[in-house]
């Protein structure tokens, strides 16, 4: 079965700066991996989606993100934040033959300062 | 194009009353998930439609709910009676069936038992 940690609950950062979200997924073939981002009192939005070929796949929001097969990783980035981006991220898995179910990380909560 | 639909919006209630969340999933899509958002608990997965069956309900927490889903258009959770430790954020999402097709979250339900 496949799993995702995020191992960051809570992430601050200023405005303007940078920004990476870290993600770890186990799964014995090549995953699905997706990045959402829940803005407070909304669902959740797709930002970005990764199943073959160029392992640096760009989003919605001037966010991207790279697969690393090697460290079974998929790192949300964005060069610099705005005061918008400052919600909960989720990173999430699909299997093969799931019916499109999905597993979820835990969540990052960035904090974006002035 | 509409989104998924989820209503109400909001409920209140006292426990002990019946609570029905519906759910209207994107046309085409042919999974469904109902989801459960707490601080304590994070984003659970209660139960998951495919082409109207029940794929597996493991996620729901107690006999006092249950869901159906008796066309692609149309989905309902229900819980029966209700109880305060049931107040949530309920989510609904909708996919296309396959593991890398991403899913599609309505707004969800506050639902808030007194």
């Known amino acids: 079965a496949q799993s995702v940690t995020q191992p960051d609950i809570h992430i601050t950062v200023s405005e303007g700066a940078s920004l990476e979200l870290r993600c770890n997924y186990s799964?014995?073939?090549?995953?699905?991996l997706f990045w959402y981002v829940q803005s407070p009192g909304q669902g959740l939005q797709l930002l970005l989606k990764?199943?073959?070929?160029?392992?640096l796949v760009q989003g919605i929001k001037g966010f991207e993100a790279e697969f690393k097969r090697s460290q079974s990783s998929f790192n949300l980035r964005k060069p610099s934040v705005h005061w918008s981006d400052a919600a909960e991220y989720f990173c999430a898995v699909g299997a093969h033959t799931s019916w499109g179910k999905l597993q979820f990380g835990a969540g990052t909560q960035v904090v974006v300062t002035p | 194009d509409a989104g998924v639909i989820q209503s109400p919006r909001h409920e209140v209630t006292e426990m002990g009353q019946e609570v029905t969340l519906r759910c209207k999933p994107i046309s085409g899509h042919n999974s469904l998930f109902w989801y459960r958002q707490t601080m304590m608990r994070g984003l659970e997965l209660l139960i998951y439609?495919?082409?109207?069956?029940?794929?597996?309900d493991s996620g729901m927490p107690e006999d006092r709910f249950s869901a159906k889903m008796p066309n692609a258009s149309f989905s309902t959770l229900k819980i029966q009676p209700s109880e305060p430790r049931d107040s949530a954020v309920y989510f609904c999402?909708?996919?296309?069936?396959?593991?890398?097709?991403?899913?599609?979250f309505g707004d969800g339900t506050r639902l808030s038992i007194l």
């Open positions: 990764y199943f073959s070929g160029d392992t």
């Open positions: 999402a909708s996919s296309l069936g396959t593991g890398q097709q991403p899913q599609h």
């Open positions: 439609f495919n082409n109207n069956v029940p794929i597996d």
């Open positions: 799964y014995g073939a090549t995953p699905y």
